[in-house]
């Protein structure tokens, strides 16, 4: 059995076969109601080249927008450049025209704290650091790493001052000719424009 199409383009085709095969056998079909079908096809027929029309004049209207909005624009940008150097010396002057004076630039924040320091490999007066980058979203890109040491001549003693012996743009160094015998902590700080990290996590060595 054959099965009624879905494609408008094989409807139409159908249709006109209909119209066709009835008009030339009137005598096996006289139930056929011709004139019927011719005005159903004759009304799809103009109502698809309205479609068209109405889609091609869409297009066109909707590209007249965008050149339209384009020239704007362009105008609204240099009208506003030389608003700009009319009020040079009153900047504020531009909120007449619901317009604002070009803000100073924020300072670069400072970055965040490097995180998960560690000693990954050691030998008898070397070890080699390494480290992840500040988590995302915490604080502004990273320029360079620092790396601090303290040293305590003693077991039990306390832990002398802090001492910058490495600057590294990696996330990864190693120290060689480092003190041997005595107890160590590593920590890193991360530096940019903006100002310096807080300090890392602390490394405790003995090589």
């Given at each position: 059995?054959?099965?009624?199409?879905r494609?408008?383009a094989?409807?139409l085709?159908?249709?006109?076969?209909?119209?066709a095969?009835?008009?030339?056998?009137?005598?096996?079909?006289?139930g056929?109601?011709?004139?019927?079908l011719?005005?159903a096809?004759?009304?799809?027929?103009?109502?698809?080249?309205?479609q068209?029309q109405?889609?091609?004049?869409?297009?066109?209207?909707?590209?007249?927008?965008?050149l339209?909005?384009?020239?704007?624009?362009?105008l609204?940008?240099?009208q506003?450049?030389?608003?700009?150097?009319?009020?040079a010396e009153?900047p504020g002057q531009?909120?007449?025209i619901?317009?604002g004076?070009?803000?100073?630039?924020d300072?670069a924040?400072?970055?965040?704290q490097p995180?998960m320091?560690?000693?990954?490999?050691?030998?008898?007066d070397?070890?080699?650091l390494?480290?992840?980058a500040p988590?995302k979203?915490d604080?502004?890109?990273v320029?360079t790493?620092?790396v601090?040491r303290?040293?305590?001549e003693?077991?039990?003693?306390?832990?002398?001052a802090?001492?910058?012996?490495?600057?590294?743009?990696?996330?990864?160094?190693?120290?060689?000719?480092?003190?041997?015998?005595?107890q160590?902590?590593?920590?890193?700080?991360?530096?940019?424009?903006?100002?310096v990290?807080?300090?890392?996590n602390?490394v405790?060595v003995?090589?």
């Amino acid at each position: 059995m054959a099965r009624f199409p879905r494609d408008e383009a094989l409807i139409l085709a159908l249709m006109n076969d209909m119209i066709a095969g009835y008009a030339a056998n009137p005598g096996i079909f006289p139930g056929a109601q011709v004139a019927a079908l011719e005005a159903a096809r004759d009304a799809f027929l103009a109502a698809s080249h309205g479609q068209l029309q109405k889609k091609a004049e869409a297009l066109v209207a909707t590209e007249n927008k965008k050149l339209a909005l384009a020239r704007m624009t362009k105008l609204m940008g240099n009208q506003i450049k030389q608003s700009e150097v009319d009020t040079a010396e009153h900047p504020g002057q531009l909120e007449l025209i619901g317009w604002g004076a070009r803000k100073k630039p924020d300072p670069a924040a400072a970055p965040g704290q490097p995180r998960m320091v560690r000693a990954v490999e050691q030998g008898t007066d070397w070890l080699t650091l390494k480290w992840k980058a500040p988590a995302k979203g915490d604080g502004g890109a990273v320029q360079t790493y620092v790396v601090e040491r303290r040293v305590a001549e003693k077991a039990g003693e306390e832990f002398g001052a802090w001492e910058q012996i490495a600057t590294v743009l990696d996330r990864k160094i190693t120290l060689e000719e480092q003190p041997r015998y005595v107890q160590m902590e590593y920590c890193v700080f991360a530096l940019n424009a903006g100002g310096v990290s807080k300090p890392s996590n602390l490394v405790a060595v003995v090589l």
